[in-house]
């Protein structure tokens, strides 16, 4: 018997540097931010943040004001979406919302 089935959503986003090397412009990702955020209970909520390889780290190191600001930009988008989340939370059931969306479904059809 399949039980305690959970629902969550994943947000993802990336700090990406323009780098000028010579005449040519390329794109380093210095960072990568995941969210997690339990659709069952939207208090529960996880965001991590992961600097890839040597050359990250070290266009990172240059550039850390704007990955900051970057990083801030997303806790700021999942946090809104977290808040929206909440405030739409009139059942705690998964179940029970799932027949309310489909039931709103029916209404719009």
Do not use: W
């Amino acid at each position: 018997m399949l039980k305690n089935v959970t629902q969550s959503i994943t947000i993802t986003g990336e700090s990406v540097i323009d780098v000028t090397e010579g005449d040519a412009v390329k794109q380093v990702t210095t960072e990568t931010y995941t969210c997690r955020i339990s659709s069952d209970n939207p208090e529960d909520i996880r965001i991590s943040r992961s600097t890839l390889g040597a050359e990250s780290k070290k266009v990172y190191k240059e550039h850390r004001e704007e990955c900051r600001e970057d990083y801030a930009a997303f806790e700021d988008m999942v946090y809104s979406i977290q808040d929206e989340m909440l405030a739409n939370t009139g059942t705690t059931n998964l179940e029970e919302r799932v027949t309310e969306l489909e039931k709103q479904a029916v209404e719009n059809v």
